[in-house]
C-alpha cells in the first residue's frame, strides 16, 4: 500500500497548528486567563506549555514518526518490541475514540456558525440575541431528557461540516496539506482584521486592561494549575492520537523536536492575540452599556453566540463583520475536526486494511448520525455534559497511561535518544523527568479532582442518571470497544 505522506514541512506544520488552533483559542483561553489573575495566568500557561505540552507534544510526535502508523498501530508495535506484558493497541483506540466523542459535538458547533453566517447577512437575530440563540435556534428545553424538537437549520449546518470535513481529508495527508494553507491563514486573518477593529473602539483599552492586570497572588491558587493544564492539552490536540498520526506522515530526514516547539508556540500566540479580540470588543460593550467588563464577560457558546452577536449589531457595517466572525470560527475548528477524523480514519485503515474513503465516509455518517442528538432541544445539555467527561477523564486517562508507557516501560531516555536523532535541536533531559513524573503525576491529580467532584454531586447539576449516561457510560463503550478491537487481527503489517 502507498503510504500518504505530507509533501513538505510547512504541511505538517500548518496541519498541526491546524489542529491545536481552534474554538479552545479564541473563546475558552481570554475566559480563563481573566479568570485566574490576568498576566499571571499567563505565567503559568508558559510554564506549563514548556513543562508538559512541548513535551507531550513531542512525545506523540516520537511516537508517530519512530512507529510510522495510527495511534493503536504504534503502540502495538511498540508493546511487541518492548514484549510489555500488556499489549496497549487499546490505548490508542480510546484515545481517538475520546476525540471522536468530541468532533461529534465539535461538528455541531460548527454547524451552529455556518447557520449564524447566514443570519449575520440580515443580523437575523434582532435585539434580543439571548432569546434568538437559546429559543429560536437551538429551541432549548427545560431538561436533559426534554428532548423537544430537532432544528433542521442546525442539521443542514452539521451536514455541511461533515462533507467540508470528509473533503478535507480525501486522500489524507495529500489532501490535508493542500487545505491547511487555506483554513489555517484565513482564521488568522480573520482574526487579526477583529483584534485591529476592537482595539481600535472606544473603551477598548478598558477591556484589554481587564485581560491582562496581572494578579501574582492566583498563581497560589491550585485551580489555577488545574484550569493551565487542562487548556494546554485541549488546546494542543494532545492524547487524542492525532498527532500521531499526523508525524506517522512525515517523510524521512524531518526533524520533530524544533517543530513541536514551533506548533506549541504558534498555537499559544494566537490563543494570546485572540484575548485581544475578545476582551477589546467587550470592552467597548461594557463601556456603552455603563457597566464593568468583568458583567458583558462569557466563554464558550455564550460569547461567540449571544454577545458577540449583540456587539456586531452596534457596529457599522454589521452584517459584514457578522459573517467574517462566523468565518473565522468555522475556519478554526475545520482543521481540528478533521485532524481528528484522520486520525480514526488511519487507525481504521491500519487496523482493517479497508479503503480510505471507505473508512472516511464510515467515520463522518456515523459521527453525524450522532451529531443528531445534540440539534434536539436538549443538544447543548448533552453537549455540555459529554464535553466535560471526554476533557476531563477520558483526556487524562490517555495523557496518565501514555506518558507511564514511555516513560517507564519503553524508556524516556531511548524515546529521547530516537528524537534527537533525528532532530536539528536536541531535546534536554529534563524530557524524561517531565514524561516520567510532571505528565503522569499532574494527569493524575486532575483525573482524581475531577473524580472527587463527581463523587460529591453530579456535573453541572444536572441529574445523576444523565451524568451517567453521558459520561461513564460513553468512557464504559469506548474501554470495551478499545479492548475489543485490541483482540482482532492487525491486518497492516510492516
Ligand atoms: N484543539 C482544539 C481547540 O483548541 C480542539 C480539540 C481538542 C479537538 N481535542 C479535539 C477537536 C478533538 C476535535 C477533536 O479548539
Do not use: C
Amino acid at each position: 500500500m502507498e503510504e500518504p505522506k505530507w509533501s513538505g514541512r510547512a504541511s505538517f506544520v500548518l496541519a498541526s497548528i491546524g489542529s491545536a488552533i481552534g474554538l479552545g483559542n479564541v473563546w475558552r483561553f481570554p475566559y480563563i486567563a481573566y479568570k485566574f489573575g490576568g498576566g499571571a495566568f499567563l505565567v503559568a500557561y508558559i510554564i506549563v506549555l514548556i513543562l508538559i505540552g512541548i513535551p507531550m507534544l513531542l512525545l506523540e510526535f516520537s511516537i508517530g514518526y519512530r512507529f510510522k502508523g495510527s495511534a493503536p498501530y504504534s503502540f502495538e508495535k511498540l508493546s511487541k518490541e518492548r514484549r510489555m506484558p500488556v499489549n496497549f493497541e487499546w490505548l490508542g483506540w480510546f484515545a481517538v475514540l475520546v476525540g471522536f466523542g468530541i468532533v461529534t459535538y465539535y461538528s455541531v458547533i460548527m454547524g451552529w456558525s455556518f447557520d449564524y453566517m447566514f443570519y449575520s447577512i440580515k443580523t437575523a437575530w434582532g435585539e434580543n440575541t439571548r432569546e434568538f440563540f437559546y429559543q429560536r435556534v437551538l429551541g432549548l428545553t427545560h431538561g436533559v431528557f426534554d428532548l423537544g424538537r430537532i432544528s433542521w437549520p442546525i442539521v443542514i449546518g452539521l451536514l455541511f461540516s461533515w462533507v467540508w470535513i470528509v473533503l478535507s481529508i480525501w486522500k489524507g495527508a495529500k489532501t490535508v496539506g493542500k487545505v491547511v494553507y487555506v483554513t489555517v491563514t484565513m482564521p488568522w486573518v480573520l482574526l487579526l482584521i477583529f483584534v485591529i477593529r476592537g482595539l481600535t473602539l472606544p473603551g477598548a483599552l478598558q477591556g484589554v486592561n481587564f485581560y491582562l492586570t496581572p494578579n501574582w497572588k492566583e498563581l497560589l491558587n491550585p485551580a489555577l494549575w488545574h484550569a493551565a493544564i487542562s487548556q494546554v492539552f485541549f488546546s494542543l490536540t494532545v492524547g487524542f492520537g492525532v498527532m500521531i498520526a499526523y508525524a506517522s506522515f512525515l517523510p524521512e530526514g524531518s526533524d520533530i523536536v524544533n517543530n513541536s516547539i514551533l506548533i506549541a508556540l504558534a498555537d499559544a500566540a494566537t490563543a494570546f492575540v485572540s484575548g485581544f479580540a475578545v476582551f477589546s470588543t467587550l470592552g467597548y460593550y461594557a463601556q456603552l452599556q455603563g457597566v464593568q467588563v468583568s458583567e458583558v464577560m462569557k466563554s464558550g457558546p455564550e460569547l461567540a453566540f449571544v454577545t458577540y452577536p449583540t456587539i456586531i449589531s452596534k457596529l457599522p457595517l454589521a452584517s459584514l463583520f457578522g459573517v467574517l466572525f462566523f468565518l473565522m470560527l468555522l475556519t478554526l475548528a475545520i482543521d481540528s475536526a478533521f485532524s481528528l477524523v484522520e486520525a480514526f480514519v488511519a487507525a481504521l485503515m491500519d487496523k482493517f486494511g479497508i479503503r480510505r474513503q471507505f473508512a472516511n465516509i464510515g467515520v463522518a455518517v456515523a459521527a453525524f448520525v450522532i451529531g443528531i442528538l445534540y440539534t434536539t432541544g436538549a443538544g447543548l445539555y448533552w453537549l455540555d455534559i459529554v464535553d466535560y467527561f471526554m476533557n476531563h477523564f477520558g483526556l487524562f486517562t490517555v495523557a496518565f497511561l501514555e506518558s507511564l508507557v514511555i516513560g517507564w516501560l519503553y524508556g524516556a531516555q531511548s524515546m529521547r535518544d530516537f528524537a534527537n536523532s533525528v532532530s536539528e535541536r536536541p531535546m534536554g533531559t529534563w524530557w524524561n523527568f517531565s514524561v516520567k513524573f510532571i505528565v503522569p503525576l499532574s494527569s493524575l491529580l486532575i483525573f482524581a479532582s475531577a473524580l472527587r467532584d463527581r463523587i460529591r454531586e453530579p456535573y453541572g447539576g444536572y441529574p445523576r442518571l444523565a451524568e451517567v449516561l453521558g459520561g461513564w457510560l460513553i468512557l464504559g463503550v469506548f474501554l470495551i470497544v478499545s479492548i475489543y478491537l485490541t483482540n482482532l487481527k492487525t491486518k497492516r503489517s510492516d
